[in-house]
């Protein structure tokens, strides 16, 4: 069945199209914008006050300290370089807002954490990170823990717990 388009409905279409392709790119932009100004504002100490710069220097001694003891009651299972990249790749599924996240490709990244050692590397190299929706910094800067409590239900949680549980870990979110 052939339908011919009158010259408003192409307009209208045409319209929409331009409206789509300019709200995305304006997205974008902003995404780019706003995750350029926080890693600008966030690298140079711009944003931090003195009250700021103390509980992240207390965050990430309290990161240090329960890697070395992790590291005396268990052995990581890789080295700090792969766990890097397993914090990365976590920061990378949560880091933005609720509808462009990947919870489960998170999930099955916390879930080849064996050991406490291994949960003292990955904390660390998490260390301390900003959230974004739309490209815009939400809140503070945030830990590993935090993320989880942030964007996991309690059920997901609590699989994750029973989890290291079963590794015979200490550690629990």
Known sequence: MKTNLTEGQVK???YAGVSILALYVIYKFAKGLGDTAGSIFEGIGVSDTKEEKKVKSATDKALEDFKK???KTSKPTRTDSAWTLVANSIYDALKRSAIDDNKTFAYTQLARILTDADM???LVAFGRRQEYAFGIPMGEP?????FVKDNFNQ???????NLY???KMRFKF
């Open 165 to 167: 549980a079963k590794s």
């Open 142 to 146: 945030k830990t590993l823990v935090d």
């Open 69 to 71: 003891e992790a590291n």
């Open 155 to 161: 059920k997901d949680i609590d699989d994750l717990n």
């Open 120 to 122: 003292g590397a990955v």
């Open 12 to 14: 209208a279409l045409f």
